[in-house]
Every structure is written in C-alpha cells, then in structure tokens.
C-alpha cells in the first residue's frame, strides 16, 4: 500500500509543465539528457523553423511572463460538493462550481482535458467598474477563501481596475492570459470557444487570443447588436458587442473552413421562409411548390466580362431569343442553363414574357438551417436579458451587460450537438446554463453545462453573491423545463472550491510535535466521506457527475465510482481490525467482477482508518494479491 504523499498526483491538480515535456519526448526523444532539454539539439531538429531575433511580432505587458506562470502552477485545492444547493444530484450531467475560476480550470483538467466542446464567456469588459483579480492573489486561493470566510482577511479582496490604478489593460491581460490557456486544455479538438468582449479591449484580446489558440484558429468576430438606438448623452456611441470565436485546432479537412468544420446551420427564420412564394406562371403553378427568385446575370462591368457567357437563349413561351442586358453577363455556362430550362427551373413571368429569366429556388430544396451571418441578425438586446432577470428576481439587474438567453441559445446551437459539453467560466447569472436547458426541454439533445462564478458580494439581503444568483436562475429554469414535460436532463450539481481535504505535512513548521499529533487523522475538520471522495473522484480524471453507489461490507461503508475505477473505504479511526479486514477486502472484490472495469483498479483507504499494522496488512495483501491486482493507496 502506498501512502499518498505531498507531490504526488493525488495531491494536485494536472501538471501541465510535465504533460508538455512528455509530448516533446514523444516527439523528439533525443532532445534529452539526463532528463533535461537539450535546446541546441532542440533548434537543429527545426531548423529555420526558430525564430532567434528578439523583436518578434506579438503583443507583451508587463507581467505577462507571470501570467503564464501562473496557469502552469498547480492546485492544490479541491471541490466539495454541496448536495443541500443541488437539484437531481444523483441523476443530473450538470455542474454549477462556485469559486476563483482560474483554480477550477485547473483542477478540472484531469476530468475534462479535450472534452469540452463549447465555451462561451462573457468575461469583465475592463471598463473601470467591473472586479477583476489583483496580482497578489492570482497564485493561490486565498482571495476566494477570503471572500468566502473561510480564512480570515488580510487585506485581500477583488476590487475594480480604474483607469487611475495604473497598468490598467496589463492588469486585465494578467487575469485572462491564464484564464484562457488553462480553457484551450479543456476544449476538444474540434471544439471552439466564443468571448463576449466591448471596443475596450478588443483589440487586444484577439493578439492574446492568436496567441493561445494561434491565429490560423481564428473563426470569426460574430457582431451582436445589443441596443436599439445610440446612448443619447454621447456624440458618438457604441450599440454592439462583439464575440471572438476561435477553434482548437486547424480544420482536418483543407478543403473546408474552421467554420464550416465547426459550426452547424442556425435555425431558419420565418423572414428567410417568407421569401419563398408560390408564383403565377402561363402553364400554372409550380408543382415543386414556393420558391424564390434569383438573378441569372452578373455585373460585367469593371473588366468582369466573360465572353464565352454572352449567347443566346430560347424563351419558350414566345420563341425569342434573349441575350443578357448590356452591362451583364450570364451568371451560368450555356450548358447549365439549358439544363435549368429543360428541367422547368427558369421563371419568365406571369405571362412567359419576361427578357431576362430568372432562376427559381425551392424551398423543398433549402437546406434545414441558415448560414450565420458575421452581423447576427433579429437577436434580443441588453434591455431584454436585463428584463428577464427584473421578472424572475423582482428586482432591478445588478448586471451591466446582460446576455439575453435567446442570443445564447443561438450560440450553443450552432457551435455543440447534443451529448456536448458547454461551459462557462464567467457564469454571471447563470444565461448559459439556462439556455442548455432550455434547448435540451425544446428536443434540441441533450447537451450538458458545466457553470463557474466567484461569490462576488451583491449587496443583495436575498442573493449575497453573484453565485447565489446563478444558482437561483439555474433552479428557475430546471422549474420550467420540467414543466415542458420532456425527458431532458432538468437538474445540476452544485460544488465549492475549498482548500484540500487531506492536510499535508508543512515542512516549514517548527513545532514538529504538535504537527505530528494534528496529523493523527489528517482530514480536515468538518470534511466528509463525500468531500474527500470527491477530491479522490477529481484526482483520478473522474467526471465529477460519475453516479456514486455505495455498500457496507464488515460495518464500514465503501464507495465505487467511475464504473467501478475508483473505490474508496473512509471510515472513522480505528474502524477496520483484523475481524472486518477480510470481509471488506472480499466485498471489494466481488463488487469489482460485477462492475467490470476495463482499466486498473485503484482503491483508497484512510489510514488512520486501520486498527493496528495487522489488519491493515491483511487487507492489502487479498487486495494486492489477487488474480486482478488492485492498486492500493492510503491517505
């Protein structure tokens, strides 16, 4: 039995800096030497593929070196769930995580890496109101412990980033840069990410963003009209958002683009339908039934001309034979508009006297959805999403910039297929999570939600924080898909990000006796067999909505999750003894053949757990010997 020690996987979250060398490895195996890179042999392997000048096209801000620092230093935090602010915890996908959203990221990254399919943010706009993190507590949890009362205050707490505080886009660049490289880790490889920003740091967002992602990743910058007339107290003034989307990877087929490859249709609208009409013609109505009509000419204008596309064509009503108007040219080849003729998809007139024809396309024919235009058309403004949340908490919305659920809804339809993973780590008040449910309750799949907000304080008597408000709006909108009557995933798991169940030996204390006797039992006070499953679940590369069974073998309780990967036996001190060893480590056994996992096995155990050396040894040694090792560990 191995006892899980400080460094060791278990107590962290992924170690992106090892990931990274052991690709290169993979790679490039004679770079190393003596477990070191060799950045000369390195530089041969690429050859003029390095660049060795210091002036280099990018952007840099002071602290960016940090920033990247920072999102490859590891967690040693944890979730713990929270089933008391949950709906349908033991049946639902969902997940809603209250905390710092850098230090979810990463110790989401053994459960989720190349999982995700959608992310959308709406992330602080840097107008000099909204909070975003100081430098000081970007490494650790502190400031989330702090916000939350679970440690006291020091002095450290989110504030806003006026443009008197100096620095002021170094200081938003150092909160996102990790931010958005931890979320490319969590995104598969065909999955894109959409950010909601404004004029203000647009900009630079998309350098950070071509950097991350790499510019060829780059979709589009989707327009979203969010008000309906300019402010009246400005000369000039801005009524649109934009939303950055970048893919992961480059399209796998060359011949298509990352939108293509990436997007699917957005829903048809009643205006692109109405288009479609059924028109008079001499030999009557259409038999293929409404179509629209489109110009078979061009502008042959500008050195545009085509001389094999000037011929003649036979009206087939009158027998004239038309040419294209002067100035124009026909849009198709001789050949192909006599194969729309012959196949009656030319249109000539109420009469069959028209000059010019025109070609007809069928609605039966039109694809299923629309192309999504870069101006996004007919979306809800600010004022709306502001509306709903007045409606559904009663009271003026503390948000700015609300995002109206309909626009959101539009994104994951376009951008996720049902069984996907959406996420949102600037959750705010909860729009996309409610717009996943809402479009699971509508037949559209049953796509899944993964939510992160920071408590920041509202004010409020009813919601204290913002993720009490998420959370509210989550229930609101669990009520009414279940009132839709669809067989939709209406519920959520709700989690906290909290310092690690298991304390560690800080090798930095003096007072090695009074350490040595807080670690008699080493689980933090007050934590449960269910918070420390979870950071097992979590350490793993579990998802975190893995259904948990549990049996009592010997009179101690002993949980199976993961389809059986992961067991873990967690009882008070001194609760397994030679007289119960046996029999846990056989029900541990069985309960293995029926599940049938096809991985290595791992079982946890507390070890204070044990009574005494004997049983302890007992109990490894069936685990440890049997015809399917199992992989045993003690906290």
């Not at 979203?224 to 480059?250: C, E, F, M, Q």
Request: with cysteine; aromatic share 8%.
């Amino acid at each position: 039995m191995h006892k899980v020690q400080t460094g060791d996987p278990e107590t962290h979250s992924k170690d992106l800096v090892a990931d990274n060398i052991e690709q290169l490895r993979k790679l490039f195996p004679s770079i190393f030497t003596e477990g070191k890179v060799d950045f000369g042999a390195l530089r041969e392997l690429l050859g003029d593929a390095i660049e060795e000048g210091d002036e280099k096209f990018g952007l840099t801000w002071f602290g960016k070196r940090n920033a990247r620092r920072i999102a490859l230093k590891p967690s040693t935090a944890t979730l713990l769930p929270r089933l008391e602010d949950s709906v349908g915890w033991d049946t639902t996908q969902n997940i809603m995580i209250e905390g710092d959203n850098l230090e979810v990221l990463k110790l989401l990254q053994k459960s989720y890496a190349n999982k995700v399919k959608l992310i959308y943010i709406d992330p602080p706009y840097n107008t000099g109101k909204d909070f975003i993190y100081p430098d000081s507590f970007q490494e650790s949890i502190q400031n989330y412990l702090e916000l939350t009362g679970q440690t006291g205050r020091d002095g450290g707490r989110l504030s806003s980033n006026s443009e008197t505080s100096g620095r002021y886009h170094s200081a938003w660049l150092d909160m996102m840069y990790p931010r958005l490289f931890l979320a490319r880790q969590l995104m598969s490889e065909d999955g894109a990410i959409f950010i909601s920003i404004d004029s203000t740091e647009v900009a630079n967002l998309r350098l950070i963003c071509d950097e991350i992602f790499g510019s060829d990743c780059f979709i589009i910058d989707l327009i979203w009209r969010k008000r309906d007339g300019a402010p009246n107290d400005r000369t000039v003034g801005s009524v649109h958002d934009h939303i950055l989307v970048y893919g992961k990877a480059l399209a796998s087929n060359s011949t298509r683009t990352l939108a293509e490859e990436r997007f699917n249709l957005m829903p048809r609208t009643a205006k692109a339908d109405g288009e479609y009409k059924v028109f008079r013609e001499p030999n009557g109505p259409d038999p293929r039934g409404a179509f629209r009509k489109i110009d078979t000419t061009a502008n042959a204008k500008g050195g545009r001309d085509v001389a094999s596309l000037h011929y003649g064509i036979t009206n087939p009503y009158t027998g004239d034979v038309v040419y294209p108007r002067e100035g124009t040219c026909w849009r198709h080849s001789q050949e192909e508009m006599e194969r729309l003729q012959a196949d009656g998809r030319l249109y000539w007139g109420v009469n069959g006297t028209g000059t010019t024809p025109m070609r007809k396309l069928y609605r039966s024919e039109a694809k299923d959805g629309m192309t999504t235009p870069s101006i996004l058309p007919d979306m809800p403004f600010n004022q709306h999403a502001a509306r709903e949340l007045e409606v559904l908490f009663g009271r003026k919305s503390i948000f700015d910039t609300p995002k109206p659920v309909d626009l959101l809804r539009l994104l994951v339809r376009i951008g996720s297929n049902p069984g996907d993973i959406v996420m949102d780590f600037f959750a705010g008040s909860g729009s996309t999570g409610s717009a996943v449910l809402r479009s699971n309750s509508e037949g559209m799949g049953d796509r899944r939600f993964i939510l992160v907000q920071l408590p920041e304080p509202t004010g409020l008597r009813d919601f204290p924080t913002i993720a009490d408000i998420t959370r509210a709006r989550l229930r609101s909108s669990v009520e009414a898909a279940a009132g839709a009557q669809s067989e939709a995933d209406t519920g959520f798991r709700s989690f906290s990000l909290g310092e690690g169940n298991v304390v560690r030996w800080d090798t930095s204390r003096q007072d090695f006796e009074q350490q040595a006797f807080e670690h008699i039992d080493n689980i933090r006070e007050a934590r449960t067999e269910q918070d420390v499953l979870f950071e097992l679940l979590l350490s793993q590369g579990l998802d975190l909505a893995s259904v948990v069974d549990s049996r009592m073998f010997g009179g101690v309780h002993v949980f199976a999750t993961g389809g059986g990967l992961l067991f873990a036996c967690l009882p008070p001190t001194g609760s397994i003894n030679k007289d119960n060893s046996e029999e846990i480590a056989q029900g541990v056994i069985d309960w293995r053949d029926e599940l049938l996992p096809e991985a290595d096995v791992t079982v946890f155990f507390k070890d204070v757990a044990f009574a005494d050396d004997v049983a302890k040894a007992n109990l490894v040694a069936i685990l440890e010997q049997h015809d399917a090792p199992f992989i045993v560990k003690s906290l």
